[in-house]
């Protein structure tokens, strides 16, 4: 069992029709269709959203994607038409509101690695291979590959596991141009991603990205959706401390995780109990990596 400790109330707001809450975000449509994505301060792992919120993480969450669909407006447009608060919204959704268009959504995590770990290291310990694809003997946790790979997975229901699939399943499921323009399109941003972050001292090494169609005067265009390049979507590590062969620290919710799994926390990760509250030592230092990520990465002061 996992999910939500306690699932949220979805605020109700005149002219928004309320469509999904997910782990972070909650999902409206407006009266002219277009969809309304608020991102909350909630935080999830280990297949659970807890019952503590981090602060500003969702306007962070927010304010990092906007940053990032800037620098790749020319690589691949995106879902965003207006960061305005409809009417009627409370102030606390101000700057994590998105409003973008409505797209059919590609049922495909698109996800690209650089660098060797999680569960594609998993995979390679097993069979040399990440999603199928063949790679080199004797990489270690945190090494760099030999090139950027496309490795997708399916898209999971809350509280379950999204599934690696090789590239065939993908072309089978989506058609083999839809394919091959996920692939494209996925290297292509996570390269340019890669090196503004490394310019920066950061390491990406890995992320994933979620597309969907909309609909043109001559048909359809694949466009880019969700967030982008955040700490909840991709792995990033400091280039200062980067050595192969272990754990790489990232700017992320590792302190959640190593406090869940530690005696302190009293929480068995197997049972199908809940995960209990997080203390203030480690929601402030969450809080810490998530806006030191954003610093780095946008050369801006946190407001």
């Not at 981090?54 to 306007?59: E, L, S, T, V, Y």
């Not at 049972?271 to 954003?294: F, I, M, N």
Request: overall charge negative; some cysteine; glycine content about 8%.
């Amino acid at each position: 069992m996992s999910g939500f400790v306690e699932k949220p109330e979805p605020l109700q707001v005149p002219g928004l029709t309320h469509l999904h809450t997910g782990k972070v975000r909650d999902l409206y449509r407006n009266e002219a269709g277009d969809l309304v994505m608020v991102a909350s301060d909630r935080i999830s792992a280990y297949d659970w959203v807890l019952p503590t919120e981090i602060p500003d993480k969702g306007r962070v969450l927010t304010q990092l994607s906007l940053w990032w669909f800037d620098q790749l407006a020319d690589l691949v447009p995106n879902h965003v038409l207006s960061t305005e608060l409809p009417p009627g919204a409370p102030a606390d959704w101000e700057g994590r509101t998105l409003i973008c268009k409505s797209l059919r959504m590609v049922p495909v995590e698109c996800v690209a690695r650089g660098y060797l770990t999680g569960s594609g290291l998993v995979e390679y310990q097993q069979t040399r291979t990440v999603c199928g694809l063949a790679l080199p003997e004797g990489l270690t946790d945190g090494s760099e590959l030999p090139a950027p790979i496309f490795t997708p997975a399916t898209k999971a229901a809350v509280g379950d596991h999204d599934e690696n699939v090789p590239y065939e399943e993908v072309a089978r499921q989506v058609g083999a141009e839809t394919a091959a323009h996920l692939r494209q399109s996925t290297l292509a941003v996570y390269s340019r991603a890669r090196d503004i972050a490394r310019d920066r001292g950061i390491i990406l090494a890995d992320t994933k990205f979620e597309f969907g169609f909309e609909a043109t005067e001559s048909g359809e265009r694949l466009i880019i959706a969700d967030e982008v390049l955040t700490p909840d979507s991709s792995r990033f590590w400091p280039a200062a401390t980067w050595e192969p062969g272990h754990a790489q620290p990232s700017y992320d919710k590792q302190f959640v995780r190593d406090w869940l799994t530690s005696p302190a926390s009293g929480w068995d990760r197997k049972s199908e109990q809940p995960p209990p509250a997080l203390p203030q030592d480690v929601v402030d230092a969450t809080r810490g990596k998530y806006l030191e990520a954003y610093e780095l990465l946008t050369g801006s002061r946190w407001h």
